[in-house]
């Protein structure tokens, strides 16, 4: 999961503090969650899913279809 947050990140071409800054908290808390220091909390994950454009399920390894169920 965390490599795929990370992924997604670069495939954008955004920085963490980019992200950071998107989802409303420092780069260094950020950077937490691509390392795995920190688990992702639910809030955090859904705001990554619909910013991505990707489903829960793809950032949480459990398919590797991103699309959503929309």
Same mark, same amino acid.
């Given at each position: 999961?965390?490599?795929?947050?990370?992924?997604?990140? &670069?495939?954008?071409?955004?920085?963490?503090?980019?992200?950071?800054?998107?989802?409303?908290?420092?780069?260094?808390?950020?950077?937490? *969650?691509?390392?795995? &220091?920190?688990?992702?909390?639910?809030?955090?994950?859904?705001?990554?899913?619909?910013? *991505?454009?990707?489903?829960?399920? *793809?950032?949480? &390894?459990?398919?590797?279809?991103? &699309?959503?169920?929309?």
């Amino acid at each position: 999961m965390y490599r795929r947050i990370r992924d997604l990140r &670069e495939d954008k071409d955004l920085n963490q503090t980019q992200v950071a800054k998107i989802l409303g908290m420092s780069q260094t808390g950020y950077s937490k *969650y691509e390392t795995g &220091e920190n688990d992702l909390p639910s809030a955090i994950l859904i705001k990554l899913a619909d910013f *991505y454009g990707v489903s829960v399920d *793809y950032i949480l &390894e459990r398919t590797d279809n991103p &699309e959503t169920n929309k």
